[in-house]
């Protein structure tokens, strides 16, 4: 199954189950304070993060590095919040799951070596399309 198809169908059938499972279990008022409540807490921690996040990169920056790594934490911290204000309780799971700094570091770092590193022939890493050497012109 397309991840697509997935995201567009099988998501929202599964927040549908699980909101009516919960309003029938806890009650509607209950069902929709805590849709509300998980929204603001969320909200107010992924402000919160993103805040240290943007440090981060300012950070880096002052030292002349290059912040790949916080940009991509900040990226996964939009995708929390928009999770998160959407009402349900799988794209909240979900979303606070994006908010746990070392599983959120850990996919980026992953994601990072996977598809940003390659392996050069001789088994160690290079970064990919960056060729290091010296040059010299010859016409001066």
């Known amino acids: 199954m397309p991840i697509f198809a997935f995201i567009f169908l099988v998501v929202p059938i599964l927040e549908i189950y699980l909101l009516i ?12 304070a805590a849709v509300v409540g998980t929204a603001v807490v969320g ?5 919160r993060q993103g805040l240290a996040t943007l440090a981060q990169v300012r950070q880096a920056l002052g030292q002349g590095q ?10 996964i911290l939009l995708v929390a919040g928009a999770l998160l204000l ?7 799971a979900v979303g606070f799951l994006c908010l746990v700094t070392p599983l959120r570091r850990w996919v980026v770092s992953s994601w990072f ?14 970064a990919s399309g960056v060729v290091e050497g010296e040059f010299r012109r010859l016409d001066d």
Do not use: C, Q, Y
């Open 66 to 75: 290059t912040p790949a790594l916080e940009i991509a934490e900040g990226l």
């Open 113 to 126: 070596m996977r598809f940003v590193v390659t392996p050069n022939a001789s088994g160690g890493a290079r």
């Open 43 to 47: 909200a107010a921690l992924v402000r």
């Open 86 to 92: 959407t009402p349900g309780f799988f794209t909240d």
């Open 21 to 32: 499972k919960a309003g029938g279990h806890f009650g509607v008022d209950w069902t929709i």
